[in-house]
C-alpha cells in the first residue's frame, strides 16, 4: 500500500486505519482525511483560514441585519417618544 498525507473518502467508503476525517469538501462530497495526529491540526488550520477569509469581509447578510437592526431601533425610539408625549397630554 502507497503511503499518502491525504485521502478524499467517497461517502461510505473505508478509509485506511490511521487516518481521521480532518473537514468534510460539501461541493466534491468528499472526506478529506490525514494521518491521526495531523487530521486535527489539518482541520483546524482549514478553519482558521475560513475564518480569515470570510468572517472578516462584510457580507450581503451584514448589511441586512444593520439596516434591520437600524429600523428596529427607529421604531422603538419612535414608540418611546410617542408615549413620553401621550403621557404629557395626559391621554395614558
Same mark, same amino acid.
Given at each position: *500500500?502507497?503511503?499518502?498525507?491525504? #485521502? %478524499?473518502?467517497?461517502?461510505? !467508503? !473505508?478509509?485506511?486505519? @490511521?487516518?481521521?476525517?480532518? @473537514?468534510? =469538501?460539501?461541493?466534491? %462530497?468528499?472526506?478529506?482525511?490525514?494521518? *491521526?495526529?495531523?487530521?486535527?491540526?489539518?482541520?483546524?488550520? &482549514?478553519?482558521? @483560514?475560513?475564518?480569515? &477569509?470570510?468572517?472578516?469581509?462584510?457580507?450581503? @447578510? =451584514?448589511? #441586512?441585519?444593520?439596516?434591520? !437592526?437600524?429600523?428596529? #431601533?427607529?421604531?422603538?425610539?419612535?414608540?418611546?417618544?410617542?408615549?413620553?408625549? *401621550? !403621557?404629557?397630554?395626559?391621554?395614558?
Amino acid at each position: *500500500m502507497k503511503l499518502r498525507l491525504q #485521502i %478524499d473518502a467517497l461517502a461510505g !467508503e !473505508e478509509i485506511p486505519r @490511521w487516518y481521521g476525517l480532518a @473537514w468534510r =469538501d460539501y461541493n466534491r %462530497d468528499v472526506g478529506i482525511c490525514y494521518p *491521526m495526529p495531523l487530521h486535527f491540526i489539518f482541520g483546524w488550520a &482549514r478553519l482558521l @483560514w475560513l475564518w480569515f &477569509r470570510f468572517h472578516s469581509v462584510p457580507t450581503r @447578510w =451584514d448589511t #441586512i441585519r444593520q439596516a434591520y !437592526e437600524a429600523g428596529h #431601533i427607529a421604531g422603538r425610539q419612535y414608540e418611546i417618544q410617542r408615549t413620553v408625549l *401621550m !403621557e404629557r397630554q395626559g391621554e395614558l
